[in-house]
């Protein structure tokens, strides 16, 4: 079995929409992209327990590419169209398992999967606390994360790193000017 690919980003382990707008990520000045080709996109699947239920395969990067720039709108505050179009492609059909009552999704075509689910995961966001659903403060930051602290108030993606880098800032800028 080959070695898997080591996931790059500097932020994993958000929620499924969130962890694929955070498959744009910045570095050193450049912006950096998990998705530009099947290997990412295996990566991107395996890091969110997707690889055994999914291809990766050009028609799911694809989907995926479309979905990513949906979530990015509607993040944005910009249009929801988008979205819409994304979550056409699944439905939720309730089911009725051995533990009692449960969903499974749905797809016409299988590689809309990863797509759809990171849409409808998104969904649930709005529904359980929009206003928990940030991007980095740091101005040189494009990544997202759902803030689970207790109070609400994370500003970073990262305290070790855009939250360091602010801090520093502030220092150097305290220090200069005495």
Known sequence: MPTPTPDP???TGEPLALD????????EGSLQDLLTGTDGLAVWLAANGLEGRFTADPATLRHLLRA???LKAAVDGAA???MDAVLEHGRIR?????EGPGERAEFADGAWGPAWLAARNYLELLAAAP?????CAHEACVLHFFD???NGTRRWCSMAGCGNRAKASRHYA???DA
């Open 94 to 98: 309730p089911t009725l398992t051995a």
């Open 131 to 135: 206003d928990r659903i940030r991007r």
């Open 148 to 150: 689970t602290s207790r």
């Open 68 to 70: 990513r720039d949906a």
């Open 9 to 11: 980003r500097p932020l």
């Open 20 to 27: 694929l707008l955070n498959t744009r990520w910045m570095r």
């Open 80 to 82: 929801t169209e988008g």
């Open 174 to 176: 305290r220090t200069k």
